[in-house]
Structures are given as C-alpha cells and as structure tokens.
C-alpha cells in the first residue's frame, strides 16, 4: 500500500554532491521509519541513514559529516544530500520505509534505486 519513488542518482566527480529525493505515496500515515540502503556490486547492501517520524537520525560511520538525512512529512519525501562523496560512495542506493507494527509488512517498502557513480 506504499509505493517509494527514487530520483535524484548520477555520475558526479569526487568531492561533489548530489541530493537523492525518495517520495512515497499511498498509505502514508502508515509509515514509521524510512531509510536508505546502498548496495554495490559484490557487496552487501547496507543501511546508509535513517530517520524517524520524530525526526531522529542515524548514520552509517562511514557517510558521518558527509550525508544528510531529511525528512518532510507534508510532501512525504526523505531525502539523502550527499556532500564530499568518494568513489567508495558508487553504489546502488534505495529507499525503504517501515510501517508502524500492525499497518504493514514488518520487511518495510523498497523503491526500485537509483543508481549514484562516483568517479576519481
């Protein structure tokens, strides 16, 4: 019942920034947590930043000082502003959005990625 929408990936050179918007629509007041993931080739996927309904925030050590996550609750959109990006930045980056207990599935929602290529 929540669909997540990723826009905003690109080929950037080291050291630039890009903004990735995730914009969710459906059961919206269903959804608690919403994140983003990273995956790249040969890689696990890991857990970039979240963001609670509160505002909250988490990051992964690595993206510490360097992402922002955001979050606006009127136009159901999450955002990751990502400054200073490396090449070990490249990877496939996802949305995901966990409903609050009982208003979905415990797994969450996934949009479908968007690609971000950072080169040297």
């Known amino acids: 019942q929540v669909q997540l929408v990723e826009s905003g990936g690109g080929l950037v050179q080291a050291g630039g920034s890009l903004k990735l918007s995730c914009a969710a629509s459906g059961s919206i007041f269903s959804i608690d947590i919403m994140g983003w993931y990273r995956q790249a080739p040969g890689k696990q996927r890991e857990l970039v930043a979240v963001?609670?309904?509160?505002?909250?925030?988490n990051y992964v050590d690595s993206v510490k000082g360097r992402f922002t996550i955001s979050r606006d609750n009127v136009k159901n959109t999450v955002y990751l502003q990502m400054n200073s990006l490396k090449p070990e930045d490249t990877a496939v980056y996802y949305c995901n959005a966990v409903p609050l207990a009982g208003r979905g599935p415990v797994e969450g929602y996934w949009g479908q990625g968007t690609q971000v290529t950072v080169s040297s």
């Open positions: 963001i609670t309904s509160g505002g909250n925030t």
